[in-house]
């Protein structure tokens, strides 16, 4: 069983770019949620994903963009980067079959905007 | 509303116990979880409750819930050099009728061994 992996680890961007993250859900899974640490807070709810489609969104603009694909692999865009958004992004994937809700978190994408 | 707070500091001697508290806002939660943080590591699930038990048990962790409170803590037993991480508290929010879910975390609390 494999576990959540992201991708890039580290990434650099300026503002105003765009970047895309990546997430492959762990075995499995069908729901996949996305979270934003800044440094020194607990992680924010963005959005989860479910079947495709956008399942739950946070107070994140609609800047932050996502897609779930059939593998339930999944992708977040955030476009118009501001310096705020540097952060660490952590994909969680979970399973609708799973009673306790539980979601496993990947290593996550540290993004610094400069 | 949703929210969740946790002090942000604890130092602790080697060797006693450690206890973390936290409290929640949302009466709906179904879930209480306590998370760990390494510095730049990724979370990891240390143990969760539900919320119709009052206490929980795993190897050195104790979990207690205060539901009418909405006061959750965590106990570390034997506290060791391993265990300075950060630590949060967390509760599932599900969407009545719906699959839609998410984890509503605190801060985080730093705790810190002392020789």
């Known amino acids: 069983e494999t576990g959540v992996t992201q991708s890039p680890t580290h990434l650099i961007k300026t503002r105003g770019q765009q970047v895309t993250l990546r997430c492959s859900s762990q075995?499995?899974?069908?729901?996949v949620s996305w979270y934003q640490q800044a440094l020194g807070q607990g992680p924010q709810f963005i959005f989860q994903?479910?079947?495709?489609?956008?399942?739950g969104r946070g107070n994140f603009p609609p800047r932050f963009s996502g897609l779930q694909f059939p593998n339930y692999s999944s992708e977040l865009n955030v476009n118009a980067l501001e310096l705020d958004d540097s952060a660490l992004y952590l994909c969680?994937?979970?399973?609708?079959?799973?009673?306790?809700?539980?979601?496993?978190f990947g290593p996550g994408t540290r993004l610094t905007v400069t | 509303g949703e929210d969740v707070e946790q002090s942000l500091f604890l130092s602790v001697r080697e060797g006693d116990s450690s206890v973390i508290n936290c409290t929640y806002t949302?009466?709906?939660?179904?879930?209480l979880y306590w998370y760990k943080q390494e510095p730049g590591a990724g979370l990891q699930l240390l143990t969760y409750?539900?919320?119709?038990?009052d206490m929980k048990q795993d190897q050195r962790l104790t979990v207690l819930l205060n539901k009418k409170d909405k006061h959750l803590s965590l106990r570390i037993a034997d506290t060791q050099t391993g265990d300075s991480a950060i630590y949060f508290c967390?509760?599932?929010?599900?969407?009545?009728?719906?699959?839609?879910?998410?984890?509503?975390f605190g801060s985080g609390t730093r705790l810190s061994i002392r020789p």
């Open positions: 075995s499995g899974h069908n729901t």
């Open positions: 969680a994937s979970s399973s609708t079959e799973e009673y306790t809700y539980e979601q496993y």
């Open positions: 967390a509760e599932s929010i599900r969407k009545r009728y719906s699959s839609a879910s998410k984890i509503i």
């Open positions: 409750i539900f919320s119709n038990m």
């Open positions: 994903y479910y079947r495709e489609e956008e399942n």
């Open positions: 949302d009466s709906s939660s179904t879930y």
